[in-house]
């Protein structure tokens, strides 16, 4: 037998064997996509090899992968909607005859490979009026079609229903059968140990063990994904006055939770998960979907974000340089960009812009020499600062924190828990999102772990853990 | 570096004084001459006072194409409304007054139609207006049965030509030279846009809609009235501007007045360093496009040149501008 194999990754060899479904796990940015983009031609390696069949083999590109027998199936799907099944699986490599395309055999190809799949739809059907797991199909049909010999899927049942999953794992045993190696990437634990031969566990781009998935369990797995020693990286907690809750969701498409003064509550979950979606409805750029939102115990309407800052809530978004500021303005015009009516209801106080701007600099420590510099110009930790600080200007009662600590150094990011521990300290009730899991653990009193847009439950105190809230993001229960 | 910094930030500015020096060398008294001098800030004032507010339009990071339409609709307002309250026995100085507050009403409305579209439709403010560039034109056409609208007002004209006189200065005969009440007011708006630009909370949003609308929206600012505000000024400021062209003219030509307003009010604006993304811009480099193109067509009447080469120097001018900008965008 021939084993086509792999080797990539910090010094890391996986083996992967012919017609065998190896799932890979692993936190986010644990080096799964890394991985799979080095395999699927995207990324270069910066050392190591990829053997194929034993022989050394340089991927240029995403269609000399193609050409080797490399293909793979992302979470965005690439299709055109505008055209047939048939021209979707041919695309880029048309079958012609006298320099004319070749319909009918392409057709006919596509049919063949459809009708193992248990297709509903034709070669001739348009792309743009499958659902998203025909589409799905469509794209491993493409697969089929150039006769991958390995088959990379990442998240492919993320946004496929229940019998839709299904039929792709029976798709997933024929494709194995043909001796079709399928690496397969999914957050959700249970599938992987279910339909998978083994199972490569990531974390923090290096591989830490594979395992055969017959002796594996889901609950196993988050601890392996996870398992990080957490330092005194995070300051100290302190205790959450009692008091009344100051921000209260309910029903906010579908979800409910609640902060008090003082408190940091941790909105765990996967990408993906829904959590910005939740804070994007709280404050009205979403619809809310029937819940509505309580500040200080009273009902709020809230449709905008200018809303949601007049009841004194504010969003730090995610998206810093898309959402969160002004790259082209500079940083006086940022800073006070959401609370401009305090300088003026006509004519602006530049002074008092500018000072209220040296406050927040000497406060916040935000290091930026001009501040009639374009904050394009001032690194990721000092530009999240300032995205808050635009939101301390108005004096909110409750700030939702999404991923603060992204994109930035590690320097800041210890700044940023600082800074987070502080607002709470000072009476605000603060939401903090995060993929991070130690983040999570650390830094927040309680967290609410979200998963495909529900709560899964709540965690705080002792059962506030890395694993207890894998489990949940992940939709796995202790055994 | 510093040097292309400078070419790029001023260029405009640097153009119109280099085009002032060749004139001044070749053509010296004459042009220096105090008439023609005023001339060249009140011969575009029309199209000066729309590409102010083309400005402010552009950096919220919209367009309107239908201002030269709107100023040939508004324009028949004017005319129309003047000669019937007149006839109805009305003073005629105030029944210019109330025609001009109607048809910069009629402008502001025609504005506000834009902006609503393409605020709350959210239709390309390209699309939007150019509906309007045809509509308007149409709904001027009808009034003026597809032809001229002749004021029987004559203190229309003689708006058109009156002014301010400029102290010390004697015209040939002996006479007060007047600076026209168009450049006056065409001064006028440009100082007040830019102080709102720059100092006003309003002209803070603006740039802020412009720049990133949707951080604008995150930043609990109401991007919708934003863009409805500067498409009802631009309209307001294209009503004044028909008043302009009317009394200069003592009539509209339902089918002419107004036409290619567009095309120079975005030419002046570009010119002047508003950056077509919108989220940047300034009032007064708007106001150097404006006399650099006013100036162009000077100088090719004054040196004899045939006319028709002038669409083409325009063009240059036009597309040296726009390569200038992107080169400080390079430099960012």
């Not at chain 1, 150094?409 to 709470?424: C, F, S, T």
Request: charged share 20%.
């Amino acid at each position: 037998m021939e084993f086509p194999a792999v080797r990539a990754l910090d010094g890391v060899s996986i083996a992967f064997e012919a017609g065998e479904v190896h799932g890979i796990v692993g936190e986010n940015g644990a080096g799964k996509s890394t991985l799979m983009k080095i395999l699927s031609g995207v990324q270069h390696a910066t050392s190591g090899s990829i053997l194929l069949n034993g022989q050394q083999v340089t991927l240029h590109g995403v269609r000399g992968a193609l050409k080797l027998g490399i293909a793979m199936i992302h979470q965005e799907l690439n299709l055109v909607d505008e055209l047939t099944v048939a021209e979707n699986v041919f695309l880029g490599r048309e079958v012609t005859k006298g320099g004319l395309l070749n319909r009918a055999q392409m057709i006919e190809e596509t049919d063949g490979i459809l009708k193992q799949t248990h297709a509903s739809f034709s070669a001739t059907t348009k792309v743009g009026t499958l659902s998203i797991a025909g589409k799905q199909i469509v794209e491993i049909a493409k697969a089929v079609a150039v006769d991958a010999s390995i088959l990379i899927m990442d998240e492919p049942t993320a946004v496929l229903s229940e019998p839709e999953a299904e039929s792709l794992f029976e798709l997933i045993g024929k494709l194995k059968q043909r001796g079709t190696t399928v690496l397969y990437i999914s957050h959700r634990l249970a599938e992987v140990c279910a339909i998978c031969d083994r199972i490569t566990v990531l974390r923090d781009g290096s591989w830490i063990t594979t395992v055969e998935a017959k002796k594996a369990n889901p609950v196993e797995l988050a601890g392996l994904m996870v398992g990080r020693p957490i330092t005194d990286f995070y300051p100290p907690k302190a205790p959450v006055p009692v008091s009344k809750p100051v921000l209260e969701v309910e029903n906010v498409c579908g979800a409910s939770l609640s902060v008090r003064a003082g408190e940091i509550l941790g909105l765990a979950g996967l990408v993906g998960a829904g959590r910005t979606e939740l804070a994007e409805a709280i404050i009205g750029t979403r619809p809310m979907d029937g819940g509505h939102v309580l500040v200080n115990g009273k009902k709020c309407q809230i449709r905008s974000p200018k809303e949601a800052k007049k009841h004194g809530i504010a969003y730090v978004s995610e998206d810093r340089k898309g959402l969160g500021l002004h790259l082209s303005l500079n940083v006086i015009e940022n800073i006070t960009m959401a609370n401009l009516r305090s300088y003026g209801d006509v004519v602006l106080s530049r002074q008092g812009e500018r000072s209220s701007a040296e406050t927040w600099k000497k406060d916040l420590d935000i290091r930026a020499g001009d501040l009639e510099a374009a904050v394009s110009n001032i690194s990721g930790g000092n530009q999240q600062k300032i995205s808050i600080a635009k939101w301390l200007e108005t004096k909110p009662k409750a700030i939702i924190l999404d991923e603060p600590t992204r994109g930035v150094d590690v320097g800041a990011k210890r700044e940023m828990y600082n800074l987070i521990q502080r607002l709470a300290a000072e009476g605000l009730a603060c939401i903090v999102i995060s993929s991070e899991l130690p983040e999570i653990i650390g830094l927040c009193h309680r967290a609410v772990v979200m998963r495909e847009g529900k709560i899964m439950g709540e965690l705080k105190d002792e059962e506030l853990s890395e694993e207890a809230v894998m489990r949940l993001a992940a939709g796995v229960h202790a055994a | 570096m510093k040097k292309a910094n400078l070419l790029t930030e001023y260029g405009a500015l640097i153009a119109l004084a280099l085009l002032f020096v060749i004139n001044v060398a070749t053509r010296g008294g004459n042009f220096l001459q105090i008439e023609n001098l005023r001339n060249l800030v009140s011969q575009d004032a029309a199209v000066g006072v729309i590409a102010v507010g083309m400005t402010l339009v552009i950096i919220a990071g919209g367009i309107d194409l239908s201002v030269g339409s709107m100023t040939a609709m508004c324009g028949a307002v004017v005319i129309l409304l003047v000669n019937k309250l007149a006839s109805s026995g009305m003073g005629a100085n105030v029944a210019i007054l109330l025609a001009a507050v109607g048809a910069i009403a009629i402008g502001a409305i025609a504005g506000l139609l834009n902006g609503f579209v393409v605020a709350y439709g959210r239709v390309a403010a390209f699309v939007v207006t150019l509906g309007g560039l045809a509509g308007f034109r149409s709904i001027a056409l009808v009034l003026g049965k597809g032809g001229e609208i002749r004021s029987q007002v004559s203190p229309l004209q003689d708006f058109g030509f009156g002014g301010l006189a400029i102290p010390f200065v004697k015209d040939a005969a002996g006479g007060p030279v007047l600076f026209y009440w168009s450049a006056i007011i065409f001064i006028g708006i440009a100082l007040l846009a830019g102080f709102g630009l720059n100092r006003t909370r309003f002209g803070r949003y603006i740039v802020a809609v412009g720049a990133n609308p949707r951080a604008a929206e995150y930043s609990a600012i109401n991007i919708q009235t934003v863009r409805l505000a500067v498409y009802t000024i631009l309209g307001a400021l294209v009503g004044l501007a028909s008043v302009l062209v009317g009394a200069r003219m003592n009539s509209i030509g339902t089918g002419s007045a107004g036409l290619y307003y567009e095309l120079d009010a975005i030419a002046a604006v570009v010119i002047g360093g508003t950056s077509l993304r919108g989220g940047k811009g300034r009032i007064w480099g708007t106001v150097v496009g404006v006399l650099l193109l006013t100036l162009i067509s000077n100088m090719i009447t004054a040196y004899h040149i045939d006319t028709n080469w002038q669409g083409l120097v325009r063009g240059i001018v036009i597309l040296v501008a726009v390569l200038i900008q992107r080169g400080k965008k390079e430099d960012e």
